[in-house]
Structure formats: C-alpha cells, structure tokens
C-alpha cells in the first residue's frame, strides 16, 4: 500500500527543476530612461520652488506697488485734457450750441462761466497749444502738490485770470481759453521747485523764457472782441500773480498732522 502510494505519487515538474530566471543586467536604454524619470521630477521640483519664490516675489511688488504714493500717479491732469479735449469736439465737431454758453461774455457774465470759460477754446491752434503746456506744467503741480492742489490751481488762476479780464476789458470781448491757467501752474510749478540751487535757477531761466515766448506766440484768440481774435495779454499775467499769491498763501499755513501729501512728507523727512 505504501509502495501504491509512492507510486501514485506524480513526478517532479520539469519548471521546478530549473533554476529560477535571473533578472537581466540594467542596459543602456533602461539607464537612461531611469534618469530621465529622475531629472524630470527633479526639474519639477526646482520649477515648483521657483514659481513658489516668483509668486511670493510678485506678491512683494505688488504691496510696494500699493503702498506707493497715490500723489504720484498722475491722473488728475489727464482728465484736465480730456475735458478740455471733449468740450472742444462738442463745440466746434457736433456744434452744439449749448457750449456757447459756457463763454465768458462781459456783457452779460455768469457766475459759472468765469470757470467754464477755461475749457473752451476758439480753434485747434488754441486747444493744441494751451493743453501742450497745461500737460508740461499740471504734471509737475500734480506730482509735488496732488491731485486736489492741481485741480484747485487751474480753476483758480483760470477763473481769476478771467475775473480780472472782465474787469479790464470793454463789455464787447468774449473770454475763453486755458491760457491764464497755463501762467498760473507755470508759476506754480516753478515757485515750489525753488531753491538757492544754482541749478535749480538756471533751470528756471531757461523754463521761463522759454515758456513766455512760447505761449506768447501760440496762445491765439482768448479774447474776441468784436469780430476779431486777439491774444489776451491780461490773462496771462493774471495767471501768474494769481499762482504766486496761492503758493504765498498756502506757505503761511502750518500744517500740524502729516496727512500723506508729498508736501507734509518731505517736511517730515528733514
């Protein structure tokens, strides 16, 4: 029975007896590929902790960028130009007869029209001119002083330049133009970059006489009078002891908290 047994036995499998494949030597092939898996998740990881350090590097600027100061960004006068730009294609493109009324006639003024007189103009040479030193000159008022000072300067000197006109020449004439407020942030801008810096003067000379010739020439037709255009000599030097009489006066106010103008921030500095 045991024999019976031993003999019921199956014989040992041929795949037992062999020894067991050996796995195949690394070739050049699967080398490489294995490297190449590893560099590119390598490459991976430099390029993750690079856009990391980008972003936190974006993220730096950008509060710098924020935290930059708002005087600095000049607006204001581009919307000074605009307006002026606008209310010229209004009059003299579609001819609406409504901007004729925003004349300054000295007749019969208005109070409204002493300051919307300063954004209207008689022809393009008048326009293009008058906003080419608006643009020189308001910067620099904006960029010192702010975005409410540059506001304020223009419809100052403007207005004024204006009041004084109607108070000196005949009832016939017809006030308009940007010319008084050009002298007025010319004057402005001059007066608070002054200092005993050699330099700082001879730029002043130079920025002065290059100026009163200038708008002397191409500032045509701020005043009508009767049925001629003629440059209005009264304005301009209105503008100009009118801008000076505002850098006078807001010198001789102190001012006790630093609100974050760049005025108030250069005095604290010092």
């Known amino acids: 029975m045991a024999q019976q047994l031993l003999l019921l036995l199956p014989a040992p499998s041929r795949a037992f007896s062999k020894p067991l494949p050996s796995s195949p030597p690394p070739t050049l092939s699967s080398l490489s590929r294995r490297h190449r898996v590893s560099v590119s998740a390598a490459a991976r990881r430099d390029l993750l902790r690079c856009g990391m350090k980008r972003s936190g590097l974006v993220a730096e600027l950008e509060i710098a960028k924020d935290k930059e100061p708002q005087s600095r960004r000049a607006n204001g006068i581009f919307w000074i130009l605009l307006l002026n730009f606008s209310v010229y294609v209004a009059d003299h493109l579609f001819q609406i007869r409504q901007i004729k009324a925003l004349y300054l006639y000295h007749a019969c003024p208005t109070w409204y029209q002493f300051v919307t007189s300063t954004f209207c103009h008689a022809n393009w040479n008048h326009l293009s001119s008058n906003l080419f030193f608006v643009y020189i000159f308001g910067?620099?008022?904006?960029?010192?002083?702010?975005?409410?000072?540059?506001?304020?300067?223009?419809?100052?000197?403007?207005?004024?330049?204006?009041?004084?006109?109607?108070?000196?020449?005949?009832?016939?004439?017809?006030?308009?133009?940007?010319?008084?407020?050009?002298?007025?942030?010319?004057?402005?801008?001059?007066?608070?970059?002054?200092?005993?810096?050699?330099?700082?003067?001879?730029?002043?000379?130079?920025?002065?006489?290059?100026?009163?010739?200038?708008?002397?020439?191409?500032?045509?037709?701020?005043?009508?009078?009767?049925?001629?255009?003629?440059?209005?000599?009264?304005?301009?030097?209105?503008?100009?002891?009118?801008?000076?009489?505002?850098?006078?006066?807001?010198?001789?106010?102190?001012?006790?908290?630093?609100?974050?103008?760049?005025?108030?921030?250069?005095?604290?500095?010092?």
Do not use: C
């Open 139 to 270: 910067k620099l008022v904006e960029e010192d002083e702010g975005n409410f000072a540059l506001w304020m300067s223009y419809i100052l000197t403007g207005a004024g330049a204006n009041l004084i006109s109607w108070l000196v020449l005949p009832t016939s004439s017809v006030s308009l133009g940007a010319s008084g407020a050009v002298f007025g942030l010319f004057t402005i801008s001059v007066l608070v970059k002054m200092s005993w810096d050699w330099r700082k003067i001879l730029e002043v000379l130079i920025l002065g006489q290059f100026v009163v010739e200038k708008v002397m020439e191409a500032a045509r037709a701020t005043t009508i009078t009767g049925q001629s255009f003629q440059v209005n000599n009264i304005a301009h030097v209105s503008g100009a002891l009118i801008g000076a009489a505002l850098v006078f006066l807001v010198s001789r106010i102190p001012f006790s908290s630093n609100d974050g103008s760049p005025k108030t921030t250069k005095e604290t500095n010092k």
